[in-house]
């Protein structure tokens, strides 16, 4: 069963954007084992905090949001807090592409689909299931350690619509760190991605994944 449903990730990937099913493809660790013990230690991730700008003023998120409901990368790597999801589309810093999209997304009645907190071609992570509570937007490639952010084991839903599939098009996969000799968990979320609830997700020797993912992984192709 597991190969083959790495064969239908493999064949999702393959395919045209539209291929890609909503709900995500697993993703096991590289050096996954048959079987793994029920007893698990999360491991002690070290945390270089992630300092915001928000109201002008510097924020560390590793200890606290403080009034912030929202925060979003930049191009340039800086990361922006809000009160109110309405400023970041005026934030200058956003690229002027992904503003006119989502603007234009949000008047559109075909796209209405779309939770109005998330931004085009930025995948959305939302603290609270169906696209509810703080959110983090994160655009770049890489790993995002979500003790920096002060969102580890907070994560309850994800959103990823692509409006620039040339040059967003690629996946993630949110990643639950174990101690040795247990591995990590890792699990492939496709594009576009509408994950409402994470609990919805069966996580090894049960469970699920909600307020589980330690690191999620950005992968552009």
């Not at 790993?143 to 620039?164: A, F």
């Amino acid at each position: 069963m597991i190969l083959a449903g790495a064969a239908t990730g493999t064949l999702l990937l393959a395919g045209s954007p539209a291929a890609h099913a909503d709900e995500p493809t697993p993703e096991p660790s590289a050096t996954a084992p048959t079987e793994l013990p029920e007893e698990e230690t999360p491991v002690e991730l070290p945390v270089n905090p992630v300092i915001a700008e928000y109201n002008g003023r510097k924020i560390n998120l590793a200890e606290s949001w403080e009034g912030a409901t929202s925060c979003t990368e930049m191009p340039s790597g800086e990361v922006h807090c809000y009160d109110s999801d309405e400023e970041v589309v005026t934030d200058p810093e956003l690229p002027v592409e992904t503003r006119k999209a989502t603007i234009e997304g949000a008047r559109d009645s075909a796209a209405a689909a779309h939770p109005s907190r998330c931004l085009a071609d930025y995948w959305c992570l939302y603290m609270d299931a169906e696209y509810k509570g703080k959110i983090l937007r994160f655009s770049s490639d890489g790993g995002k350690n979500l003790g920096d952010y002060g969102c580890r084991d907070k994560l309850s839903s994800v959103y990823y619509w692509v409006h620039r599939w040339t040059i967003n098009y690629g996946d993630a996969r949110i990643i639950d760190r174990r101690s040795w000799p247990v591995n990590d968990r890792v699990r492939r979320i496709g594009a576009p991605a509408h994950v409402s609830h994470l609990s919805s997700l069966g996580y090894p020797n049960g469970g699920n994944w909600n307020d589980k993912t330690d690191v999620f992984d950005v992968r552009r192709a």
